[in-house]
C-alpha cells in the first residue's frame, strides 16, 4: 500500500501511544524500522498522555502564563490597571485558553491552578492592592476563567445545533 501511494514513512518520525492499562506488556511496532514508544503526544499544541489526561498540557500552560506575568511585572515600573488588562488579555490569556474546548479541566485543583494565574495577575497593579480577587476582576472588567469556558461551550454548542458549521466537517 505504502509502495503503491508513494508514500514515504520515517520510523525515526513516527511515534505510537498505548492508551489504556499500563500492566499489560508493551508492543513493539514495526514499518521499515521500529517505532518508538511514546508515554505523551502533542497534537496541535495540546499536550496528552496515555491516560488520556492532560496535566502535562496543564502545567505547562500554567508555567508559560506565570513566565509571561513574571516578565510583564519586571519590564513594566508603571502598570496601572488598563496598561495591566491589555497585557494581560493579549499576552497571559491566551495561552490559558488556546483549545480549551479539547481540555477543559473538570478537576477542582486544576481550575484552580488555572485560576491561580489569573488571580496572580489582577495584584500586579499598585491601584487593585487591598482588594479581594472579585473586587480585583470586577474593576479590571475581566470574568474568572471558569465562567469564559462555560460561555465558549455554550457558544459551541449553539453553533452545532443551529448547523452553522459544515455538517461534514462535524
Known amino acids: 500500500m505504502v509502495k503503491r501511494w508513494r508514500l514515504n514513512f520515517h520510523p525515526d518520525k513516527n ?12 508492543q513493539e511496532y514495526k514499518m521499515y ?3 518508538t514508544s511514546t508515554k505523551n503526544e502533542r497534537g496541535i499544541g495540546v499536550v496528552i498522555d496515555d491516560n488520556l489526561t492532560f496535566i502535562g498540557h ?6 508559560k502564563a506565570n513566565n509571561i506575568l ?13 496598561i495591566l488588562k491589555a497585557l494581560y488579555t493579549a499576552l497571559v490569556r491566551p495561552h490559558l485558553e488556546y483549545a480549551n474546548q479539547i481540555w477543559c479541566p473538570h478537576l477542582v485543583k486544576d481550575t484552580k491552578a488555572i485560576e491561580n494565574v489569573q488571580r496572580r495577575g489582577t495584584r500586579m ?3 487593585l492592592k487591598g482588594h479581594n480577587y472579585e473586587e480585583r476582576v470586577n ?3 475581566l470574568p474568572i476563567l471558569a465562567y ?15 448547523q452553522k458549521y459544515d455538517q461534514q466537517c462535524i
Open 15 to 26: 511515534k505510537h501511544m498505548r492508551i489504556g492499562r499500563s500492566d499489560v506488556k508493551e
Open 33 to 35: 524500522g521500529n517505532i
Open 125 to 127: 497593579t499598585p491601584q
Open 58 to 63: 496543564l502545567a505547562e500552560k500554567i508555567n
Open 70 to 82: 513574571g516578565i510583564i511585572r519586571r519590564n513594566f515600573v508603571h502598570l496601572d490597571i488598563f
Open 139 to 141: 474593576k479590571l472588567d
Open 148 to 162: 469564559r469556558r462555560s460561555r465558549e461551550d455554550q457558544i459551541e454548542t449553539c453553533k452545532i445545533i443551529t
